[in-house]
Antibody, heavy 121, light 109 residues
Framework: QVQLVQSGAEVKKPGASVNVSCKAS????????MHWVRQAPGQGLEWMGWISVVNGDTKYSQKFQGRVIITTDTSASTAYLELSRLTFEDTAVYYC??????????????WGQGTLVTISS | QSVLTQPPSVSGAPGQRVTISCTGTSSNIGTGYDVHWYQQLPGTAPKLLIYGYTNRPSGVPARFSGSKSGTTASLAISGLQADDEADYYC?????????FGGGTKLTVL
């Protein structure tokens, strides 16, 4: 079955960068797309961006444009989220999700367990 | 402010039917872009409940159903059970980006 296993919790200082990884198994990684979604404490879901593993196309929320980079390593079936210039407002649980297909509007059929990123001075 | 508007909370007694609305605009639901629904139980990752307005992934009970009318999508839950108590989110596509509703907390009385 599809599994998305994310890297462990991180504590970062303001201004730093964080990298979160998401290792996929149970399906052909290169045939689908991946999203990254975050959830601040007590808040709703917020879409950050998407990568088509098929062709490497990316799309980012305007809110994070210039601060976020999503990449994949197909040989390792792993997706990565890099978020830079962190502020306290970036404290959240970050989720990777596997898209049903390759188009941006497809549903997220599987989710990782989440990675808590805490920004603290 | 979310592009898709959901009521902050709904409630119902066990066995009842509740609906959760997701109101969009002509740039998302009104254009015909798909709406998907997710259930998030406390302390867990979201789970896909409905995709493409009305389709249920394998394993999701038929008690959960989706519909659309104009610029509003709706999630209906019939035969309410205690373990349906969760947060529910709608998701769609708007101007080349993915958007979520603000979420609705379902309380089973």
């Amino acid at each position: 079955q599809v599994q998305l296993v994310q890297s462990g919790a991180e504590v970062k200082k303001p201004g730093a960068s964080v990298n979160v990884s998401c290792k996929a198994s149970g399906y052909t990684f290169s045939n689908y797309a991946m999203h990254w979604v975050r959830q601040a404490p007590g808040q709703g879901l917020e879409w950050m961006g998407w990568i088509s593993v098929v062709n490497g196309d990316t799309k980012y929320s305007q809110k994070f444009q210039g601060r976020v980079i999503i990449t994949t390593d197909t040989s390792a079936s792993t997706a990565y989220l890099e978020l830079s210039r962190l502020t306290f407002e970036d404290t959240a649980v970050y989720y990777c999700t596997k898209s049903f297909g390759t188009i941006l509007g497809a549903a997220s059929g599987s989710w990782g367990q989440g990675t808590l990123v805490t920004i603290s001075s | 402010q979310s592009v898709l508007t959901q009521p902050p909370s709904v409630s119902g007694a066990p066995g009842q039917r509740v609906t959760i609305s997701c109101t969009g605009t002509s740039s998302n639901i009104g254009t015909g872009y798909d709406v998907h629904w997710y259930q998030q139980l406390p302390g867990t990752a979201p789970k896909l409940l409905i995709y493409g307005y009305t389709n249920r992934p394998s394993g999701v009970p038929a008690r959960f159903s989706g519909s659309k009318s104009g610029t509003t999508a709706s999630l209906a839950i019939s035969g309410l059970q205690a373990d349906d108590e969760a947060d529910y989110y709608c998701q769609s596509y708007d101007r080349s980006l993915v958007v979520f509703g603000g979420g609705t907390k379902l309380t089973v009385l």
